[in-house]
């Protein structure tokens, strides 16, 4: 009871710290007038993923390695399933032909970069599955590469006018970064704790605890982005949000992680991988579905039901 109740408060003081460290680093961009675009694709991007980050960080100076895959595979599945699910439940999303056919094919490949790095044993005969500090490195590259070409796309659309920044004072936008860390630091170290004993009293593995509470947990500022987005019908910021958090997990968290510690991948961790190449896979099939790049209200239903159906296989392989 004492370590759900820590988790819970993890949880809290970790999106607390992402909020504040948003709202500082923001209001204290624009006041030396950094473009609106600028703050998007950084600050915010990062404080929507600093929970997954920080997770994974502590996760791996901690050697808690099954958790570092858990936590961005869970993420990446619960993003697609979950977030774009319910959100295309509440009203169907229109998709933007750059993310069409740049972004989400970009995260498809991302997850099939996964499925690479993470077979060992049939690619290259070894005797176990490892992610190697070179591979994270790999990783690191291709969100380079990202980053090189994003600001290129946000400039022909309009997300950069979308993005609210508060205005405050020099000193409040320091101490709201100051709080943001420590609410962060504080909050990740709790979940990584408390969830590695949650697993160990319930006898299941640190794998499934990640895939499940830990993922949905440090998803939820997406999961609350894409349906304020939604309800202000800014659509393809709810489904931007989505596939560029889940590229972000790929290749900048799982890069940074596995740099810190190397990996051993269990057997059970391919299904989750096949999982989240499926989603990203029917995320662009389902776009060409009906009149238009659109995700409608019934494959946002279809969405939930095959996330539903993952979290009975997880629970009762467990």
Known sequence: MLNAVLLIVGFVLLIFGADKLVDG????????????????????????????????????????????????????????????????????????????????????????????????????????????????????????????????????????????????????????????????????????TSAVEIAQSMGISERVIALTIVSVGTSLPELATSIVAVRKRNLDIAIGNVVGSNIFNIFFILGVSTVIAPATISPSSQIDILVNIAASLLLFAFIFTGKGRRLERWEGILFILMYVAYLVFLIYGA
């Open 25 to 192: 680093a923001s209001a204290l961009a624009r006041k030396y007038n950094i473009p609106n675009i600028v703050i998007g694709l950084t600050i915010v991007a990062f404080g929507t993923s600093a929970p997954e980050l920080v997770v994974n960080v502590f996760a791996a100076v901690s050697g808690n390695t099954d958790m570092m895959l858990g936590n961005v595979i869970g993420s990446n599945i619960f993003n697609v399933l979950g977030i774009l699910g319910v959100s295309a439940v509440i009203y169907p999303l229109t998709v933007k032909r750059s993310t069409t056919w740049i972004e989400i094919p970009l995260a498809f490949l991302a997850a099939i970069v996964v499925l690479v790095i993470a077979n060992d044993v049939f690619l290259d005969k070894n005797t176990a599955n490892i992610t190697t500090r070179s591979e994270g490195v790999m990783l690191l590259f291709f969100f380079v590469i990202f980053l090189v070409y994003n600001p290129q796309v946000a400039k022909s659309g309009r997300a950069a006018d979308d993005i609210e920044t508060r205005e405050l004072p020099m000193l409040k936008s320091v101490l709201f970064i100051v709080f943001g860390l420590a609410g962060l630091i504080i909050g990740g170290r709790l979940i990584v």
